[in-house]
């Protein structure tokens, strides 16, 4: 189009408006601010499929049916995910000098800015439903990247039950997610997968696989640290404070956690000092009693001469001497499990002298 036209009267002139309509657009518009197709959508007087159509007509770009797309997955998870969701683009195809895209604001030049940077070509747009862009993004990342994370997740399960590691470890990165465990003063890295995740994935990964857990999260140098603590079932206790045992923290009887799903409670863990093996990352900290947090068997306080342990302590693999290989499943030692009343001297001897040596 050679005239540039505003959207009340381009809807006008395609018949999805009336006059009267207009008038009550434009009502709405200065009570409210909104823009004037937010207003007659808001109304029900035409939908943001009628909007976003014509914006097309006015723009000459195309209107593409978002539900006849089939996903480019490699071009996908070249864009963070949350910066798709949030700006409703779906990346189309890619060629040498350009990338296509649809985008449900084509005014939107920030989110495409930031994509002509991120991959030094130009984009050619196109416009479509931006509720069914977003709709098809999430189905996406849900089919495609949450498996892969689910894996993995199990296969660190697997690992460290019957260990002494208590916590794993999640760095998360703009195209991948770094995976350690840690337990007993011992950080271990075992994997990384590629993509975008978010915390919500982890969360949903763990519920997939039916494991409660509580975590901590951290922020430095624009990755996001995520600590999880998985939960085992509740088991009676002789005296707190909390304990570990199989793969994960016990809820002892008493203790604030239920079997509900629960995804963390803040300030449960009294680490003030960073977190072993990540500078400047700590977790967070707060005055209360001892009955309202869990203690991890290396960072029992002193205060408590005598508590009750089930849990199993590690020992250098012979084979490997921590290095990882078949007989260790790769986490670099042996674990004997333990079970008694001990005093945070005793439980340090052990660790000392008798296991890590």
């Given at each position: ?98 990338v ?73 990165a ?20 590629k ?53 994960g ?38 005055r ?41 499943m ?5 674990f ?22």
């Amino acid at each position: 189009m050679s005239k540039w036209k505003d959207l009340g009267t381009l809807l006008l002139e395609y018949g999805l408006i009336t006059i009267n309509d207009l008038h009550e657009g434009l009502k709405l518009q200065g009570q409210t601010g909104l823009r004037l197709g937010e207003a007659l959508v808001k109304l029900g007087i035409v939908s943001m499929e009628d909007i976003d159509w014509v914006l097309s007509k006015q723009l000459d770009i195309p209107y593409v049916i978002v539900e006849d797309i089939n996903v480019n997955i490699e071009l996908l998870e070249k864009f963070p995910k949350e910066f798709l969701i949030e700006n409703r683009i779906l990346p189309l195809y890619e060629a040498d000098d350009q990338v296509s895209i649809v985008i449900e604001d084509p005014f939107n030049k920030s989110a495409i800015a930031y994509i002509e940077g991120s991959i030094e070509k130009k984009v050619s747009l196109s416009t479509g439903s931006g509720s069914k862009i977003e709709e098809l993004l999430k189905q996406t990342f849900n089919k495609v990247g949450l498996p892969a994370l689910i894996h993995v997740i199990k296969s660190c399960i697997a690992k460290i039950k019957e260990t002494s590691f208590y916590r794993i470890d999640f760095l998360l990165a703009e195209h991948s997610c770094g995976i350690n465990v840690f337990g007993s003063g011992i950080l271990k890295h075992l994997g990384e997968v590629k993509g975008h995740y978010t915390n919500e994935d982890i969360f949903m990964a763990f519920d997939d696989l039916g494991i409660h857990f509580l975590y901590e999260q951290s922020f430095s140098n624009n990755r996001r640290f995520i600590a999880v603590f998985p939960l085992e079932n509740r088991i009676d206790i002789i005296k707190m404070p909390a304990i570990i045992g199989g793969y994960g923290l016990f809820r002892p009887e008493g203790n604030i956690f239920s079997d509900a799903h629960v995804y963390g409670f803040s300030h449960v863990f009294p680490l003030s000092k960073p977190i072993h093996g990540y500078p400047y990352l700590a977790t967070k900290d707060i005055r209360s009693s001892f009955e309202n947090f869990i203690y991890v068997i290396d960072a029992a306080p002193a205060e408590f001469k005598d508590y009750y342990i089930n849990t199993y302590l590690p020992r250098r693999c012979p084979s490997c001497n921590t290095g990882g290989c078949g007989a260790c499943m790769e986490l670099g030692y042996q674990f004997e499990k333990i079970v008694g009343i001990y005093s945070s001297d005793d439980l340090n001897k052990l660790m000392k002298e008798d296991y890590l040596g």
